[in-house]
């Protein structure tokens, strides 16, 4: 595919409803990074997974947050019972694997901007 | 933990001025430094990176260069355009350890050019 995209890109949620985004990596990237990016504010690391095991889920900021990669392709992002602290545009990028010692570039979706009432 | 400090904008130059925007930032071990830039309606795009200390990073006429005596990666541009008008983040990544691979971002600056 020509990059990383995203679904949906805007998004709309009641205080209390769950939403699920999705993010579809580049062909061939094993590495798949979550961001979070609050309005006015430098993305924040959510989790990572390299191919379909998840290898840091650190920065997810509570256990509403759910990431899956079940087949080490596209991922989901799940936000249970949303409020309104989890507005905020989502961010995925993908990359070549992650090596000690050397960085490959990660490559950004254009996010989803979530919104909740 | 680490971390990334950058100078807080928004930023408005003429075009053809000179542009600075300062980043600087605490890590341990040897990390590699970026710039990214989000143009208006797009995505994230890394514009410029270095792995160690004492390399430039240069792009589009933007330079950075790693200096681990003052932990800075300070961003520069001789000669400004208004299609340069854009948010600009600093990041960096750890070379090993528990935080391999993620990037820790600055703020953002955002730059506003006028012709």
């Known amino acids: 595919g020509a990059g990383v995209s995203q679904s949906p890109r805007y998004k709309v949620a009641k205080r209390g409803q769950d939403v699920a985004l999705r993010c579809d990596p580049i062909?061939?990237?094993?590495?798949l990074f979550w961001y979070q990016q609050a309005l006015g504010q430098g993305p924040e690391f959510l989790t990572y997974f390299q191919n379909e095991a998840q290898l840091d889920k650190s920065g997810l900021p509570s256990d509403r947050f759910f990431a899956e990669r079940p087949e080490g392709s596209v991922s989901t992002l799940k936000i249970q019972r949303t409020q309104q602290e989890d507005s905020a545009v989502y961010l995925c990028a993908s990359s070549l694997a992650v090596t000690s010692g050397y960085y490959n570039e990660q490559f950004f979706g254009p996010g989803t901007r979530l919104t909740v009432l | 933990g680490d971390s990334v400090t950058q100078m807080e904008g928004p930023v408005t130059l003429s075009e053809e001025a000179f542009l600075t925007i300062n980043c600087t930032y605490t890590?341990?071990?040897?990390?590699?430094l970026f710039w990214y830039v989000q143009y208006p309606g797009e995505g994230l795009q890394l514009l410029l990176k270095?792995?160690?200390?004492?390399d430039k990073g240069s792009n589009k006429g933007f330079e950075a260069t790693y200096r681990k005596e003052t932990t800075s990666f300070h961003l520069e541009k001789g000669s400004v355009q208004v299609s340069d008008s854009a948010v600009y983040f600093c990041?960096?990544?750890?070379?090993?350890?528990?935080?391999?691979?993620?990037?820790?971002f600055g703020r953002g600056t955002q730059l506003t050019v006028w012709p």
């Open positions: 890590a341990t071990g040897y990390p590699s």
């Open positions: 990041a960096l990544t750890a070379d090993r350890g528990s935080t391999l691979g993620r990037l820790y």
């Open positions: 270095a792995t160690k200390a004492d």
């Open positions: 062909s061939g990237h094993v590495s």
